[in-house]
């Protein structure tokens, strides 16, 4: 029975991937390197430091490059991918418990949640910032779900990326996968999810099947929880 649905964001709940690639062209152009589609299939990963690093941006200007995203980035406007309010609605009702565990940082995360209006139904929150280890090591999984005071194999991960499957199977939590806008398809297709799902509504389902309303599992707003 799945007690705790946990979430990644970019990609998987809020349609970032056009967004993120036009951030990454204006940010590599900054430093005068060229940056393409082509570029962004190859070099894409949830770990945007894989990133800079295939592209041959030096480590001492990784900083640098990280404010001049979030600057981008800060100029667009990322709408929620179809179904994820829904999806969210159904968990809330059914008492499931709500997580994210995302690579992206605090402010913008937290920003986008209030944005949408899902962060009073989100329990538990876990950002890139959180934990020194980056996706897919299990750490952040590791963190929610200890937050969450519920045992690893009642909880689901649900993302759009490789990294995301293998952070899930690490943690001994159910993978899966909602292929998404970002050029990791195959890739994550590659990673064997335990669960691969067509749309978030389609996850709304699985979820559904696979859980049952849990006195005193009420959300709580965490995204401003004053977390270091």
Avoid at 63 to 69: F, G, I, K, Q, S
Avoid at 102 to 128: I, K, M, N, W, Y
Avoid at 177 to 203: F, K, M, T
Wanted: negative net charge.
């Amino acid at each position: 029975m799945i007690r705790a649905a946990l979430f990644d964001w970019d990609g998987t709940l809020a349609d970032t991937a056009e967004a993120s690639y036009r951030c990454y062209v204006r940010t590599f152009a900054a430093f005068g390197i060229a940056f393409d589609r082509e570029i962004y299939a190859s070099s894409y990963s949830p770990n945007w430091y894989h990133t800079f690093r295939t592209l041959g941006l030096p480590e001492h200007r990784w900083p640098e490059a990280d404010e001049a995203w979030l600057r981008n980035f800060a100029d667009e406007t990322v709408d929620l991918i179809d179904g994820a309010r829904e999806l969210f609605e159904t968990l809330d009702e059914r008492g499931v418990a709500i997580g994210i565990v995302t690579s992206g940082t605090r402010d913008r995360v937290r920003r986008e949640l209030e944005v949408h209006g899902l962060a009073p139904r989100v329990r538990e929150c876990v950002f890139g910032t959180d934990v020194a280890e980056k996706k897919p090591h299990p750490a952040a999984l590791q963190l929610c779900i200890d937050r969450l005071g519920v045992e690893p194999s009642t909880a689901a991960y649900i993302g759009d990326s490789p990294e995301d499957i293998q952070m899930a199977r690490a943690a001994g939590v159910l993978s899966i996968a909602v292929p998404g806008g970002y050029p990791n398809r195959e890739a994550l297709l590659a990673a064997q999810p335990d669960i691969l799902a067509s749309s978030l509504h389609d996850v709304a389902r699985i979820i559904g099947e696979r859980s049952r309303p849990v006195e005193g599992m009420r959300p709580r707003l965490s995204a401003n929880d004053g977390r270091p």
